[in-house]
């Protein structure tokens, strides 16, 4: 018997979610009492990692019947410059950036601009802390001085881990960053059971990609779910305007409405509020320059 011809049975209440995803099928979780189930879904009602969903079964095969609802979606850019969802209902997102492989310029405000317009709480974690301890101290203190929540992590000596249980519990957190970073050494930790980890290229000092596929897991002991997503060499944000890009800055955001001009994309215009801040140090420098490049980056979708 194909799934599409199956009586209606449904599983409802808001208790069975998506860890991962295939072609045709889907591994949810019974949130109530841990119990998996694959199931398989029609392509118009392809769920995706996080997603709380309604299930029909008949006898041993069942069936994604709906998807409930998404409080937001966490994204990135496809090799088109659209935006492809990988992960839904999402609390935290938690970036991952160590000493080695060193992020690359604007990776952690490619991050926090998805934060912002896909409404998660972003968690910026300098991890491999024993390695240098100042290495991100500077920027650290930028992004603290923003208000943004910082942790310094060493798997090595579990620094900070317990700061970073406790921001997890009852929370769905997604973890990214670039591979080799530590993100499967951290989840090791907090999941309490091995899973693969890449090592680091001595060749070009870059992290090899594990996680082939987006996976959700139950935290022990905590009413709360970790999401580990691939690695990527340098996050993309998908095709998007200076204002959506601005709204990712908030020192930036809060500055708009002094330009001259109503339209004004704070790149080259007279009279603009934001550069007049900038002159000012009331919006820092970096992070200025840090907005004109990702804005510039756009161009490259066209």
Not at 12 to 27: D, F, G, H, N, P
Not at 210 to 231: A, C, E, W
Not at 292 to 301: E, G
Request: charged residues 25%; hydrophobic residues 35%; proline residues 4%.
């Amino acid at each position: 018997m194909k799934y599409q011809d199956l009586p209606i049975k449904y599983f409802t209440m808001e208790k069975y979610r998506v860890i991962s995803t295939q072609k045709q099928t889907a591994l949810v979780v019974n949130t109530e009492n841990g119990e998996k189930q694959a199931c398989f879904f029609s392509r118009k009602r392809k769920p995706i990692c996080g997603d709380y969903v309604e299930i029909q079964a008949n006898e041993n095969e069942y069936v994604i019947a709906s998807i409930i609802d998404q409080k937001n979606v966490f994204a990135r850019a496809n090799h088109k410059g659209q935006r492809q969802n990988i992960a839904a209902n999402v609390d935290n997102q938690i970036i991952v950036v160590a000493v080695k492989p060193e992020p690359t310029r604007d990776l952690i405000n490619r991050y926090l601009i998805a934060a912002h317009l896909c409404k998660m709480r972003p968690i910026i974690v300098f991890n491999k802390y024993d390695v240098d301890e100042e290495f991100f101290k500077k920027t650290e203190e930028l992004y603290k001085s923003l208000g943004y929540i910082t942790l310094n992590t060493s798997t090595k000596t579990n620094h900070c881990f317990k700061e970073l249980t406790d921001l997890m519990h009852g929370k769905t957190s997604i973890f990214v960053g670039m591979s080799g970073v530590g993100k499967s050494s951290i989840s090791e930790i907090i999941l309490k059971h091995p899973l693969k980890t890449g090592e680091i290229s001595k060749k070009t000092g870059k992290g090899s990609h594990v996680t082939s596929v987006t996976h959700m897991y139950r935290i022990p002991g905590s009413d709360g779910f970790l999401i580990d997503s691939p690695g990527v060499w340098e996050y993309g944000l998908w095709k998007m305007d200076e204002h959506e890009i601005a709204a990712g800055f908030p020192e930036i955001y809060e500055q708009l409405g002094h330009c001259k001009f109503s339209n004004c994309t704070h790149t080259h215009e007279p009279v603009c509020g934001i550069k007049i801040a900038v002159e000012e140090n009331k919006i820092n420098p970096l992070r200025y320059e840090s907005y004109l490049r990702i804005i510039d980056s756009m161009k490259y979708w066209d």
